[in-house]
């Protein structure tokens, strides 16, 4: 599906710490399902400016869904890194052009749609679904494997 940013959401929300903790849960995962995530989660290293989930999503054929951050990210240090003037009170073309390379690479991974079939219960069951507080999610977490 190349959908690298419901990939970021769901490996960030395993990576937090009160599912973290749970070792003997983990220890019940299979090893192969271990190893997958282990290496899902090693492409999402934020090291080297994420370089790996860069080179994912460049070659990416559409369509795809990129993790935003990274484009968040470059469009911040572009802006901040760059003046909007030149010497001389001339407009700054080449900031102008690395940012629009930032949103044409944002346009061009919207312009294949998916092709999904609407499943209307599901559909209902993700937008009614309520996000835990981090206090509950530990509640929870040592509910599973007390200290």
């Given at each position: 599906m190349k959908n690298y940013l419901t990939m970021m959401a769901v490996l960030s929300g395993l990576q937090h710490s009160s599912i973290m903790r749970?070792?003997?849960t983990y220890d019940k995962?299979?090893?192969k399902v271990m190893?997958?995530?282990?290496?899902?989660?090693?492409?999402i290293t934020p090291g080297k400016n994420f370089r790996d989930l860069r080179a994912l999503q460049d070659n990416a054929v559409p369509p795809s869904l990129p993790y935003i951050g990274i484009f968040m990210a470059d469009l911040?240090?572009?802006?901040t890194g760059n003046d909007n003037l030149l010497?001389?009170?001339l407009i700054n073309f080449s900031?102008?052009?690395?940012i629009y390379s930032q949103i044409r690479q944002i346009l061009?991974?919207?312009n294949t749609p998916y092709n999904f079939e609407v499943i209307l219960s599901l559909e209902e069951s993700l937008t009614k679904m309520h996000v835990?507080?981090?206090?509950?999610?530990g509640e929870m977490s040592l509910q599973r494997e007390p200290r």
């Open positions: 749970l070792k003997k995962v299979d090893k190893r997958s995530h282990n290496e899902l989660c090693d492409l911040t240090f572009i802006d010497p001389g009170g900031k102008c052009r690395l061009a991974a919207q835990l507080s981090p206090d509950i999610l």
